[in-house]
């Protein structure tokens, strides 16, 4: 895996949908694989957190949802998802990976086209299959390689896929703790968790002891 390097920082002050405010500082990079421009969030005391090699900075790899994110669809959990993360890293030292992985991988328009399938019936992984892409295409090589680039090589990662903490395992990141993010249920997204949660492998306490 070629190594990557940060090619510039920023800070730049947060303003949540859900009213979290806060200020992270914002690194681009060079060198990523796939050639896209993938985002790291240095968020609280993120150089302590680097400079740390007893506790791992916490980690959390955000695919990027510009309907759960920025739009506020209730569809899906992202968008309280990457709240939930901004306000736990930025309390304990960390980074935000914000990868442009619409979709699981298929981007935009063909998530919205995986979207009109769902209201046929399918479910997200189900839909994602039948437009002729992966089921979950996601690649976290890129996220391996900003993690070095900020000087990390353990870490302890905020998720319930399994999948982000084995392919980082696969890559030489070394994680110290797989850290579960909450459960941001409502009546539109259930039938979206409880896709993840049943064929996606993610770890979900959903009511009525599902995972």
């Given at each position: 895996?070629?190594?990557?390097?940060?090619?510039?920082?920023?800070?730049?002050?947060?303003?949540?949908?859900d009213?979290?405010?806060?200020?992270?500082?914002?690194?681009?990079?060079?060198?990523l694989?796939?050639?896209?421009?993938?985002?790291a969030?240095?968020?609280?005391?993120?150089?302590?957190a680097?400079?740390?090699?007893?506790?791992?900075?916490?980690?959390?790899l955000?695919?990027?949802?510009?309907?759960g994110?920025?739009?506020?669809?209730?569809?899906?959990?992202?968008?309280?998802q990457?709240a939930e993360?901004?306000g736990?890293?930025?309390?304990?030292?960390?980074?935000?990976?914000?990868?442009?992985?619409?979709?699981?991988?298929?981007?935009?328009y063909?998530k919205?086209?995986?979207?009109?399938?769902q209201?046929?019936?399918?479910?997200?992984?189900?839909?994602?299959?039948?437009?002729?892409y992966?089921?979950?295409g996601?690649?976290?090589?890129v996220?391996?390689?900003?993690?070095?680039?900020?000087?990390l090589d353990?870490?302890?990662?905020?998720?319930?896929?399994?999948?982000k903490?084995?392919?980082?395992?696969?890559?030489?990141?070394?994680?110290?703790?797989?850290?579960?993010?909450?459960?941001?249920l409502?009546?539109?997204?259930?039938?979206?968790?409880?896709?993840?949660?049943?064929?996606?492998?993610?770890?979900?306490?959903?009511p009525?002891g599902?995972?």
């Amino acid at each position: 895996m070629p190594a990557a390097t940060v090619r510039t920082q920023v800070l730049v002050p947060l303003r949540l949908a859900d009213g979290c405010t806060t200020t992270a500082r914002v690194f681009t990079f060079d060198g990523l694989v796939d050639g896209r421009e993938h985002l790291a969030l240095g968020l609280g005391d993120c150089a302590a957190a680097v400079a740390d090699r007893h506790d791992p900075p916490l980690v959390r790899l955000h695919s990027e949802c510009l309907t759960g994110d920025v739009l506020g669809s209730e569809r899906c959990d992202c968008g309280p998802q990457l709240a939930e993360a901004v306000g736990r890293i930025s309390r304990t030292g960390g980074f935000l990976l914000y990868l442009r992985q619409e979709g699981r991988g298929i981007g935009l328009y063909a998530k919205l086209e995986a979207y009109a399938l769902q209201d046929t019936g399918l479910d997200t992984y189900e839909a994602n299959l039948a437009l002729g892409y992966a089921a979950d295409g996601r690649d976290y090589t890129v996220a391996a390689q900003m993690l070095r680039a900020l000087g990390l090589d353990r870490v302890a990662v905020l998720t319930n896929n399994p999948d982000k903490v084995a392919q980082l395992d696969r890559l030489g990141i070394e994680i110290a703790e797989r850290v579960p993010t909450g459960l941001h249920l409502t009546a539109t997204n259930a039938p979206y968790l409880a896709a993840k949660a049943a064929r996606g492998a993610h770890v979900l306490a959903m009511p009525g002891g599902r995972h």
